[in-house]
Each structure stands twice: as C-alpha cells, then as structure tokens.
C-alpha cells in the first residue's frame, strides 16, 4: 500500500459525458501527479500540482483541468468525454527528500468511454 | 519523441537465474532515474532509484547500474523469483533544472519468471 489513495476504481460513462476522478497523496506529500496509461502506451504526464498550485503541464489536454484543494488533495476533470479518453489515470506523490524524487502511485482509476 | 526507451516489450528468465531489463534515454537533462514494477490492475511500485552522481545502486536482489556516457540503464534483479513476474517501467527525470519533478516514462518490459 503506496499510502495514495484513488476514487472511484472504475468508472463508465458515454461520450460527451464529464467525470471527476479523486486523488488523496500521502500524508505529508505537498505534490501530486496526475498520469494516463493508455492501451500500449507507457504512462504519460498530465499535470503536477504542488501544494494548491498547478507546477507543470504536461500532455494534458484542454477538456482535462485539474485542482488541489486546501486539504492536497486533487481532482482530475475530464469533459466532453471521447472513446479516445478511456484509459488508466494514476495519480502520485512526492515530499522530495532533497535526495530522494520518488513518486509513489495510487492504484488508479481506470476510465471506460462508451 | 520517446525519450526514455525499453526496447524489450518482454523477458522471460528461469527462477535463480538473472534477469536484465535496458533503458536508454536521449534527454541529457535527465540525472534521476527510477525503476518501478507494476501487477495487473495496481498502481506502478517503486522499486530503486539513482542519481547521475552514482553508476550503481544497490538493494537487495536490485541493483541498478547507469552509463551516463552511453545514456543507458539497467536493473538487475538476482535471483530472479516467481513473484517479480510484472511489467516494469524505466522512468527518467531532469531534478536539477527546477521544482517540476515530473516523471518520463518508458513503455515497459513484462517480466515472466519460470518456475
């Protein structure tokens, strides 16, 4: 158990359709993650928030947007849904020991688009 | 651009034996490296990092070694059990160049260990 935790586990919902996908990091971790796994792809960098602020952006497109709220934890919202979209959205979390960058992963929320 | 590579979609190895997953990258930037394993239906895990001050890093049955010159890593995982069976990711970041931390990841290699 990375101590990451994501909600819901699965979700399914039709094209046009809005979600919101929940992040909760470790206790601690002032920065989140969010990454999509699609099918033979490796995971790829949506966003980063580091406490309350976006950081970076990644391959994030413009119907994902995503928050951290006063508490750290995240949200993922994904609008005006495609079939394209269904994948694996992890989120992780850092502290950055000052020698240490892992990022420890929740177990994921994985999406389906019909 | 893939900037972290894995060129091995799979490995299959007999349990005892070594097994060696390779990464290269192509980004210079990069000088933190991680290795994480991922089962079906569960979040990638980390196994082992190093830092491009250090060609090798060692934990337990893990080691990770770095050519920096050759812009190329592998671990190694001795002995190689049942267990380790999993995909395994390759992920690269640039820690030096500021506070985004962000990860670049490989497609992954599966790993089957045989009994």
């Known amino acids: 158990d990375s101590g990451v935790t994501q909600t819901p586990k699965h979700l399914i919902t039709a094209t046009g359709q809005r979600v919101t996908l929940r992040c909760s990091p470790r206790?601690?971790?002032?920065?989140v993650y969010w990454y999509q796994q699609s099918l033979d792809q490796g995971l790829q960098f949506l966003i980063q928030?580091?406490?309350?602020?976006?950081?970076a952006k990644g391959n994030i497109l413009e119907r994902f947007s995503a928050q951290q709220f006063p508490d750290l934890h995240s949200e993922l919202n994904l609008s005006s849904l495609e079939l394209g979209d269904s994948a694996l959205y992890f989120c992780?979390?850092?502290?950055?020991?000052?020698?240490?960058?892992?990022?420890?992963f929740g177990p994921g929320t994985r999406l389906t688009v019909t | 651009d893939q900037q972290v590579k894995q060129n091995s979609p799979s490995l299959s190895v007999q349990e005892g034996r070594i097994s060696i997953l390779n990464c290269d990258y192509t980004?210079?930037?990069?000088?933190?490296f991680l290795w994480y394993k991922k089962y079906p239906a569960e979040g990638p895990t980390f196994l082992i990092s190093?830092?491009?001050?250090?060609d090798k890093n060692e934990d337990g049955r893990f080691t990770v070694f770095l050519n920096k010159s050759a812009k190329h890593l592998s671990l190694h995982i001795v002995p190689s059990q049942p267990g380790d069976s999993a995909v395994y990711f390759c992920?690269?970041?640039?820690?030096?160049?500021?506070?985004?931390?962000?990860?670049?990841f490989g497609k992954g290699t599966l790993l089957t260990v045989n009994p």
């Open positions: 992780a979390s850092s502290r950055f020991s000052g020698t240490a960058y892992e990022q420890y």
């Open positions: 206790s601690g971790d002032l920065s």
């Open positions: 928030y580091y406490n309350g602020e976006e950081r």
């Open positions: 980004n210079s930037m990069f000088d933190y």
């Open positions: 190093i830092s491009s001050i250090k």
């Open positions: 992920a690269a970041s640039d820690v030096s160049g500021g506070s985004n931390y962000k990860l670049t």
